[in-house]
C-alpha cells in the first residue's frame, strides 16, 4: 500500500508530525492525584488516620487548662485528685494519637513505595513503546533520571507531602475554631495573622516551585551527561580527555567557588546549572521557611500580649491563655511544617508533568508491549481524551485496520520511490527516490561512501522508522500493514558494534526468545557461528558472565555471539550491518565463515566495505548522495560504474598496505 501520492514532502518537517501527538507537560495537582489514583483507598484510610490522630491531642491543651485552673482555684476539694483524673484522660488520648500515627505513617510509606513502584514498571514500559526517532531526540541519562529521580520526588509527594499539606489545613481549622471558642477576640487577631501570612507566601511559593521544576530539569542534563561519558570510558581515557570531560560536567553542575549571580543564572535561559538554580531555590526556600516561622511565632508573642491583658481584666481564665498559647504554637509549628512539606508538593508537581508527558506520548510506530500489571486509569481508558485528560493505559494503541501476521515470510523485499529523512534532522534528506529489489533467498549488499544512507536502508527494513513518502514491502505487504513483533520476530540483525547485556552468554544468545531453549539448539547455532569451541573453553561455558556490553569478550567473540542470537530466531531476513569491518584479519575470517553459513537459505542484506564480503553478493547496489547510482555484480559493476570502481580501488590500496 504506497502513500506516495498523499504523503507530505520528504524535506518537509511537518511530515512526521501526522502520526505523533506530544502531550502537553503543564504540571498539575490534578496530575499528580491521579498518577496515586490505584493508592487512594489506602490514602483515604491512612488519611482519616492522620487527621484522628493529630486532632485528637488537640483536646490536651483543653484539659491541661482545667488542671492549670483547679491547680490556681483556692476553692478546689481534692484539688490533686481533680489533677490526676485529667492527667490520666491527657495520657490515654495521647496514647490513642500514637498507636494511630503508628498506623497511617505505615500505611503512607507502603503506599508511596507501591505508588513508586508502579510508576517506574508504568514509565519503563511506555518507554519500552516509543519509536526510535524518540530516543534519538532524548539523552538516556534524562530519560533515566525521569525513570529515578522523578518518581522518588513524586513519591514523596504523594505518601508525605500531599497528607501532611492536608494536615496541616485540617489542624489550621481546628485550632482556629477552639480558639474562637476560648476568646473570638484573641482569635480574631490570630486570624488576621495568618491572613497576612498566606498572601505573602503565595507568590513566594510560585516562585519556589518554578525553581524546583527548573531544578529537576537541569539535574536530568547533568545525569545526562554523566551516563553519556561513564558509558563512554575506554574512548574517554584512549583520548586523555578525563580533564576535558570533568571540566564539561562542571560548567552542566556549576562552581560551588563563584557566587552564582542571579542575572548571569537567568541571562536569556543560559547559564542555568545544578549549583545556581540550586543555590536560588535554598535562598528562596529558606526565606519562605523563615516568613512561615516569623510570622507564626510573631502571632504568638502579639496573641500572649494581647492574652495577658484579657486575663487582668477577668475575661479569660489563666488556663485558658495557657491553652490559647498552646494552639497558637500549634498554627505557627503546623504552618512551618506545612511550608516545608509544600515545597516538596510543588517539587512533586513539576515532576507529575514530565512523567504524565512519557506515560501519554503515542507513539509514532506503536510497539505492543504486553505487561497486564503496568496499566492505570482502567475505568477512564473509554471515555473521550479530550473530556477526560487521563493517564493512557499502556496498550491504548487501536490499529485502524487488523495487523497482518502471515503464515510464514518468504523474504521478498521492494522500496517504492522511498524517500527518508530522521525526524530529528528534518533539514537533511538521507534516502531521495531510492527504489530496490531484492528476491527471496538471494544476498544484496549496499556499498558506498560514508553517510551515504546505507545503515538506514537496514533501519527502515526493521521498521524503527516510518517513510514520509514512498513504501517498503516484504512480499508485497507494505510494512506498515504487518503485524511489528511478527516482522521483527522473521529479521535478524547483526551490526559493526554488537550490543551483549550483562548477562550470561546463555542468555544474550537466547535474547528475546521466550520459549524454553534446549541445549542441543545452543551447540547448533554457536556451531553455525564459530562461537562454540571458544564459549566450552570457559570453565563456566554457557553460564559465562559476560559483563556490561560485553565487555569481557573480544570484538571477534562479540560479533560470533551477536551472530549465533541472530540464528536463533531462524531468521527468513538477515541483517549484517558492517559485521566484519572492526575486526582483525583472524576474527573476519572466522566471523565471514559463520555468515556464508548463516546466509544459506535466507534473503540477506549486507552493508559493507570490505571487498572479500562483497563480491560474494549476487546483487551489489551501490549508493551515493542518497540514491542508488547502479546496481549488478561484481564482474558487471566493474564494467560499468566509475563509482564502483573507483570504491575496489580504494579498498584493494587499503588490503594491499
Not at 310 to 323: F, H, K, Q
Not at 388 to 403: A, E, G, K, S
Not at 410 to 423: D, H, M
Request: glycine residues 6%; charged residues 20%; negative net charge.
Amino acid at each position: 500500500m504506497s502513500e506516495a501520492a498523499s504523503s507530505p514532502a520528504p524535506n518537509h518537517p511537518d511530515a512526521f508530525k501526522q502520526s505523533k501527538a506530544v502531550p502537553s507537560e503543564t504540571p498539575s495537582l490534578a496530575n499528580l492525584l491521579r498518577l496515586a489514583k490505584p493508592e487512594w483507598p489506602g490514602l483515604a484510610i491512612a488519611c482519616f488516620l492522620m487527621i484522628v490522630a493529630e486532632s485528637a491531642p488537640l483536646l490536651n491543651p483543653l484539659l491541661l487548662a482545667d488542671a492549670y485552673d483547679t491547680l490556681v482555684d483556692p476553692e478546689a476539694v481534692d484539688r490533686m485528685q481533680d489533677i490526676s483524673r485529667t492527667m490520666i484522660t491527657v495520657l490515654v488520648v495521647h496514647s490513642v494519637g500514637s498507636f494511630l500515627g503508628f498506623l497511617r505513617q505505615a500505611l503512607m510509606s507502603v503506599a508511596g513505595e507501591r505508588v513508586v513502584a508502579r510508576l517506574r514498571n508504568l514509565l519503563f514500559v511506555s518507554l519500552m513503546k516509543q519509536e526510535m526517532s524518540f530516543f534519538d531526540e532524548h539523552q538516556s541519562g534524562e530519560l533515566i533520571s525521569r525513570l529515578t529521580s522523578d518518581t522518588a520526588v513524586l513519591q514523596i509527594g504523594t505518601s508525605q507531602a500531599l497528607p501532611e499539606v492536608i494536615l496541616g489545613m485540617v489542624k489550621l481549622v481546628v485550632c482556629m475554631a477552639l480558639m474562637f471558642w476560648i476568646s473570638a477576640y484573641l482569635a480574631i487577631v490570630v486570624l488576621g495573622c495568618v491572613i497576612v501570612l498566606f498572601c505573602m507566601s503565595i507568590p513566594i511559593g510560585t516562585w519556589l516551585g518554578k525553581l524546583s521544576r527548573e531544578y529537576q530539569n537541569v539535574l536530568g542534563t547533568a545525569q545526562g551527561h554523566a551516563t553519556e561519558v561513564l558509558g563512554a570510558m575506554r574512548t574517554v581515557q584512549s583520548f586523555a580527555a578525563e580533564k576535558r570531560e570533568a571540566h564539561r560536567y562542571e560548567k552542566v553542575v556549576g562552581d560551588p567557588d563563584q557566587f552564582p549571580f542571579w542575572w548571569a543564572t537567568h541571562k536569556k535561559g543560559q547559564d542555568k546549572t545544578t549549583y545556581r538554580v540550586g543555590f536560588f531555590k535554598a535562598i528562596v526556600a529558606a526565606g519562605f521557611f523563615t516568613l512561615i516561622f516569623g510570622v507564626g511565632f510573631g502571632c504568638l508573642y502579639v496573641s500572649l500580649w494581647y492574652g495577658f491583658k484579657l486575663v487582668n481584666d477577668g475575661e479569660i481564665t489563666l488556663g485558658e491563655l495557657t491553652a490559647f498559647q498552646s494552639y497558637v504554637f500549634y498554627i505557627g509549628a503546623g504552618l512551618g511544617q506545612t511550608s516545608s512539606f509544600v515545597s516538596k508538593l510543588l517539587e512533586a508537581q513539576g515532576a507529575s508533568g514530565r512523567i504524565m508527558y512519557l506515560l501519554n506520548r503515542i507513539p509514532a510506530i506503536p510497539i505492543p508491549v504486553q505487561n497486564e500489571k503496568a496499566t492505570l486509569d482502567k475505568a477512564d481508558a473509554g471515555k473521550d481524551e479530550e473530556d477526560t485528560p487521563t493517564v493512557m493505559p499502556v496498550d491504548h494503541y487501536v490499529p485502524p485496520i487488523p495487523l497482518l501476521r502471515p503464515d510464514a515470510m518468504e523474504g521478498n523485499i521492494r522500496f517504492e520511490n522511498v524517500n527518508f529523512f530522521y525526524p530529528s534532522r528534518p533539514e537533511s534528506a538521507v534516502l531521495c527516490n531510492f527504489s530496490l529489489t531484492i528476491p527471496a533467498n538471494s544476498t544484496a549488499a549496499l556499498v558506498g561512501a560514508s553517510g551515504a544512507g546505507k545503515s538506514t536502508v537496514v533501519a527502515l527494513l526493521q521498521r524503527f522508522y516510518d517513510v514520509p513518502s514512498g513504501s517498503i514491502r516484504i512480499d508485497g505487504h507494505d510494512l506498515r500493514d504487518l503485524d511489528l513483533p511478527w516482522l521483527r520476530a522473521n529479521i535478524g540483525y547483526v551490526q559493526q558494534e554488537p550490543q551483549l547485556f550483562g548477562l550470561t552468554v546463555r542468555e544474550n544468545i537466547c535474547y528475546g526468545i521466550d520459549r524454553e531453549v534446549s541445549r542441543e539448539e545452543l551447540d547448533e547455532v554457536s556451531r553455525k557461528a564459530n562461537a562454540h569451541d571458544f564459549i566450552v573453553q570457559w570453565p563456566q561455558q554457557y553460564d559465562t558472565m559476560v559483563g556490561e556490553r560485553g565487555v569481557k569478550l573480544s570484538g571477534g567473540q562479540k560479533q560470533r555471539i551477536a551472530i549465533a542470537r541472530a540464528l536463533l530466531v531462524n531468521p527468513r531476513i538477515l541483517l549484517l550491518d558492517e559485521a566484519t569491518s572492526a575486526l582483525d584479519a583472524e576474527s573476519e575470517h572466522l566471523v565471514q565463515e559463520a555468515i556464508d553459513k548463516a546466509v544459506v537459505g535466507r534473503t540477506v542484506v549486507i552493508v559493507a566495505h570490505r571487498l572479500s564480503t562483497i563480491k560474494r553478493a549476487k546483487q551489489i547496489v551501490v549508493v551515493d548522495d542518497h540514491r542508488i547510482i547502479d546496481s549488478g555484480t561484481h564482474d558487471e559493476l566493474l564494467q560499468r560504474c566509475t563509482k564502483y570502481q573507483e570504491l575496489i580501488k580504494r579498498q584493494s590500496m587499503h588490503s594491499s598496505q
